[in-house]
Nanobody, 123 residues
Framework: QVQLVESGGGLVQAGGSLRLSCAAS????????MGWFRQAPGREREFVGA????????DYEDSVKGRFTISRDNAENTVYLQMNSLRPEDTAVYYC????????????????WGKGTLVTVSS
């Protein structure tokens, strides 16, 4: 069993940066690939990015490539989402997810999900 708790959301102006954190409980954190999703009002939850269990591989949705970076610290059971050059269209609730592989996460078949943290980007 893995429990995920996101933090770091808030209000930021366009062009600014935020770093989200996802703290995981459980001793098996390092065996999971981790991912981030987001859901804007009235829209479906969409994939943002994911990182392999060892951190050696990452995958990003096209609109965030070059702006967002996922990293993880297995010693701290934490995964991060560094968001730079934020745009109003990045406004959403951001969710952390844990799954067996990046591909599984991208297909929204993650095993565990957090409850989300709200990011609001003002223009």
């Amino acid at each position: 069993q893995v429990q995920l708790v996101e933090s770091g959301g808030g209000l930021v102006q366009a062009g600014g940066s935020l770093r989200l954190s996802c703290a995981a409980s459980g001793r098996t954190f390092s065996s999971y690939a981790m991912g981030w999703f987001r859901q804007a009002p009235g829209r479906e939850r969409e994939f943002v990015g994911a990182i392999s269990w060892g951190g050696g591989s990452t995958d990003y949705e096209d609109s965030v490539k070059g702006r967002f970076t996922i990293s993880r610290d297995n010693a701290e059971n934490t995964v991060y989402l560094q968001m730079n050059s934020l745009r109003p269209e990045d406004t959403a609730v951001y969710y952390c997810a844990a799954g067996t592989t990046i591909a599984v996460i991208r297909l929204r078949r993650a095993t565990y999900w957090g409850k989300g943290t709200l990011v609001t980007v003002s223009s």
